[in-house]
């Protein structure tokens, strides 16, 4: 029924899809963006660490709950319309982060900033797997392969233009997604999908969310995402290095992140099933958390394990997004909004949550407490793994 899926015919993708494959580069560039600047805005702004953890918090929850909206709104405005509605966002923010003075008005401005990416991050990939030419399977490694590639180019590019100044990054983004939004505008034909006809209700994720398999894996990114963001946040505090050499060390985890999703990832499922695959990937996760915790202090241990951990990262991502669209009993587009829901919370709580603890405790104590919520997580799926089992033979019909 549908093409045949192999990893050749992987780009054999419509414009379409392309463009908003490029455009999906370029909106999670901001994901990583401000890493290599965190300590330099802490230093001009006279900020905490803390304070500057903030950056990211604000970006997640606003994004959580806009997931809950993205529904709506795409239902009414069409996969086009949105996606470039959020590039319309992504870049008057970025602009306007750029040109702040004070942390806490960064802070509000990198939450409207998360308003655009969600917008855009929900519909991307329900863009991608609806005019894709090949499977489920091979447009979610491509969607994949553009999140990576976004997450690994965007710290290579902060670190640059941070290096000149720490606004450089925030201007940068904005002139990147007046490109994405050309691209989009004049490349991606006006949206003929059929989740446009039908519009959905602000309630409908909370509906998916009553569907079991859905619930587990979104609580299970909910847990997991503790750990994402306590080493993307937290961790460049503690490596004794500038703006470029940041940059550097997030290029090299957003290259094992990308690659992994793409070329590991598929094996792993195909060999030996989704969960207990995403099982072993979160526990060496959880492991690697634990030795930065324990290590804090030695900047060459922290450095390597930033790295290293994008390669479990990037299989998990593609296990559980496959898993996810695969479990949905709904549209893929509100089981999408759904689960981003539920992982952006966790996202938006573990920043925050870190640079407080170490406020409180010691420097040691947010990875120790990051790697935990991952084991949980590991548990959690593991004694649930019976409801969710089936994922594997949906992709496999």
């Known amino acids: 029924m549908e093409p045949q899926s192999h990893k050749s015919n992987m780009f054999n993708q419509p414009k379409a899809v392309w463009a908003v494959a490029f455009a999906s580069i370029?909106?999670?560039?901001?994901?990583?963006?401000?890493?290599?600047?965190?300590?330099?805005?802490?230093?001009?702004l006279n900020a905490s660490h803390s304070d500057v953890t903030m950056l990211f918090t604000s970006y997640n929850l606003v994004m959580a709950v806009a997931m809950l909206i993205t529904g709506v709104i795409s239902s009414r405005l069409?996969?086009?319309?949105?996606?470039?509605?959020?590039?319309?966002?992504?870049?008057?923010?970025?602009?306007?982060?750029?040109?702040?003075?004070?942390?806490?008005?960064?802070?509000?401005?990198?939450g409207g900033w998360g308003l655009g990416?969600?917008?855009?991050?929900?519909?991307?990939?329900?863009?991608?797997?609806?005019?894709?030419?090949?499977?489920?399977?091979?447009?979610?490694?491509?969607?994949?392969?553009?999140?990576?590639?976004g997450i690994s180019v965007g710290p290579l590019l902060g670190g640059e233009l941070g290096s000149i100044s720490w606004r450089g990054p925030f201007f940068g983004v904005a002139v990147l997604m007046i490109v994405a939004f050309l691209f989009i505008a004049f490349v991606m034909p006006k949206s003929k999908a059929p989740a446009t006809a039908k519009k959905t209700s602000i309630l409908d994720p909370f509906r998916a969310l009553k569907h079991r398999p859905l619930r587990i894996f979104g609580i299970t990114a909910f847990l997991y995402n503790f750990g994402f963001f306590t080493l993307l946040a937290?961790?460049?505090?503690?490596?004794?290095?500038?703006?470029?050499?940041?940059?550097?060390?997030?290029?090299?985890?957003?290259?094992?992140?990308?690659?992994?999703?793409?070329?590991?990832?598929?094996?792993?499922?195909?060999?030996?099933?989704?969960?207990?695959?995403?099982?072993?990937?979160l526990l060496l996760f959880a492991v690697t958390l634990m030795v930065m915790g324990i290590w804090t202090s030695t900047k060459e241990v922290i450095i390597v394990a930033v790295v290293l951990a994008g390669a479990f990262l990037g299989n998990n991502n593609t296990l559980i997004t496959t898993a996810v669209m695969n479990a949905a009993q709904v549209e893929r587009s509100t089981a999408s909004a759904a689960y981003s829901f539920l992982r952006f919370l966790g996202a938006a709580a573990a920043p925050w949550l870190a640079g407080k603890l170490a406020e409180w405790y010691?420097?040691?104590?947010?990875?120790?407490?990051?790697?935990?919520?991952?084991l949980v997580s590991v548990i959690y799926v593991w004694l649930n793994r019976r409801h969710v089992q089936h994922v594997d033979q949906v992709e496999g019909h």
């Open 234 to 281: 937290y961790s460049p505090f503690y490596m004794g290095l500038k703006e470029r050499g940041l940059g550097y060390v997030f290029l090299g985890w957003g290259l094992l992140l990308a690659i992994t999703s793409v070329f590991m990832a598929p094996r792993l499922q195909k060999r030996y099933g989704t969960v207990k695959s995403m099982c072993v990937q």
């Open 78 to 110: 069409g996969m086009k319309g949105t996606l470039l509605a959020g590039i319309v966002i992504i870049a008057i923010f970025a602009a306007l982060g750029g040109s702040s003075n004070g942390i806490w008005q960064l802070v509000w401005l990198r």
């Open 117 to 149: 990416n969600a917008l855009f991050v929900a519909t991307a990939l329900s863009a991608i797997v609806s005019l894709s030419r090949t499977g489920v399977a091979q447009s979610i490694i491509l969607f994949e392969t553009a999140i990576g590639l």
């Open 26 to 44: 370029i909106a999670f560039m901001g994901l990583g963006l401000v890493d290599p600047i965190l300590p330099a805005i802490a230093h001009k």
């Open 362 to 374: 010691n420097p040691h104590v947010p990875f120790i407490v990051g790697g935990s919520f991952v």
